[in-house]
């Protein structure tokens, strides 16, 4: 039985007398508390976010890999986001899929989930209307 000591989950050396961090039971040394994806050291004091049982990454990583997806840029997001029918957009990111106006409290979706301001979903129903009316006559 090998003695257990207090090595750097990190480096796999000992803790020693350096200052070490505690992260989801695995001790590291503080200067190899590392994000998982793009491996910067990180502050241990900062806020990080846990991927699973032994890895964490920065905020940085986790709004790029992690986070919800915006619908449009694609891009992580972290606190602007509109969510409806299960889609995620940066609300600087959600404008009319038409006419591209802004939307901003209010907005449909069409049935591809593609927001639409009032204006435009109505238009849309209504071609669709009288697409389908000519199709049955026609
Ligand atoms: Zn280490
Ligand atoms: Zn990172
Ligand atoms: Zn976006
Ligand atoms: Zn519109």
Avoid: Y
Avoid at 27 to 56: G, P, Q, W, Y
Avoid at 61 to 77: D, L, Q, R, T, Y
């Amino acid at each position: 039985m090998k003695p257990r000591r207090h090595v750097c989950d990190d480096c796999h050396q000992p803790i020693g007398n350096l200052e070490a961090v505690l992260v989801n039971d695995k001790l590291l040394h503080l200067n190899h508390f590392r994000c998982h994806l793009c491996h910067e050291i990180m502050d241990a004091t900062a806020a990080f976010h846990t991927l699973s049982s032994s890895k964490v990454a920065c905020t940085g990583c986790f709004s790029k890999n992690m986070a919800p997806k915006c619908n449009v840029c694609n891009e992580g997001i972290i606190d602007n986001g509109v969510t409806a029918a299960g889609k995620t957009w940066h609300s600087t990111c959600l404008v009319c899929n038409r006419c591209r106006k802004p939307l901003t409290d209010t907005f449909l979706l069409d049935p591809l989930g593609q927001p639409l301001d009032h204006d435009c979903f109505w238009g849309v129903r209504l071609q669709k209307i009288v697409a389908d009316s000519f199709k049955q006559t026609g």
